[in-house]
């Protein structure tokens, strides 16, 4: 009896040292979100690319602005995500945006401590536009992963 115990005990302990793979995000109201972020930007995805720098690999993002709401940016803006694959090297953040081109998006970004902006919040801070066939009107969309729990 005691054996069997011992090697629960063991089971369980291993399994609270395995490494999880998720990450765990409070989505804020819109209010709060815009008051955090020092720039605001509606932009239309030129080219994502995973970059690999000192070891990190990081995702850039080219994007033209086409209209500043808030703050102030370049005309075109470069937004650097951490992750990305690089030959047989990948680096994955649970929650970080991606970004496809041609994609027209709403962004609420901050300064990056590396360089350009990130978004604000990882996924949060990026909107996707969609022109709904059955309305004139763009809506913007934030896409969340599958297995997302809201």
């Known amino acids: 009896m005691n ?47 995973p970059v690999a720098d000192d070891g990190t690999i990081w995702t850039e993002t080219r994007l033209p602005v ?25 680096t994955k953040i649970f929650g970080t945006p991606e970004f496809v081109a041609g994609e027209r998006v709403l962004l609420f970004l901050e300064p990056s401590p590396h360089g350009g902006y990130r978004t604000m919040d990882l996924f949060v801070g990026k909107f996707t536009a969609v022109f709904p066939p059955w309305s004139k009107l763009r809506e913007s969309i934030r896409p969340i992963a599958i297995g997302t729990v809201v």
């Open 3 to 49: 054996q069997i115990r011992v090697s629960l005990a063991i089971v369980i302990a291993l399994f609270a040292i395995l490494p999880l793979k998720a990450t765990t995000i409070v989505l804020p109201a819109d209010e709060q979100l815009i008051a955090k972020s020092p720039v605001i930007v509606e932009a239309l995805v030129l080219s994502s690319v």
């Open 66 to 90: 086409s209209r500043t709401l808030k703050g102030e940016t370049p005309a075109q803006i470069a937004v650097r995500e951490i992750g990305g694959r690089v030959g047989d090297h990948e």
